[in-house]
């Protein structure tokens, strides 16, 4: 399953805004966020789809688009099955903002969707 790395680069005066909307999906310790953000680093790669977690997707885009109407600057990048994100090179990964998440989100739904009737066709089928 994809993963999603994202990399906040400055603060901006919203600091502890910052943190305090971080602190909803992420368990990295103020510190390890500081940082991060003072590296340049990721703040997370982590999985955008998982059982253990299925509000991420949402929360993360409720987030970005924080971010974006409060014109903090951040990078948020698409990391394939098989890829290790490697910062250096983030050209070879596909940009994600609250808008390309919320496709994606939708995109998934549908499909799960289709699959569950689907499923009940053939069931059908099967009686």
Known sequence: ?????????DFGTMKADVLRELR????????????A????????????FSRDNPEFPERL????????ANSLPYRSYQVLDGQ???????????IINALRLK?????????????????RSQDEVDD
């Open 1 to 9: 399953m994809a993963q999603i790395a994202l990399i906040l680069d």
């Open 24 to 35: 909803t999906f992420c368990t990295s310790s103020i510190s390890d966020v500081t940082a």
């Open 37 to 48: 953000v003072a590296n340049s680093s990721p703040l997370f790669v982590r999985p955008l």
């Open 61 to 68: 885009m409720s987030f970005l688009e924080w971010l974006e």
């Open 84 to 94: 290790d994100f490697d910062d250096a090179n983030c050209d070879r990964y596909y």
């Open 103 to 119: 496709n994606i989100i939708l995109t998934r739904l549908a499909s799960l969707e289709q699959q569950r009737e689907l499923g």
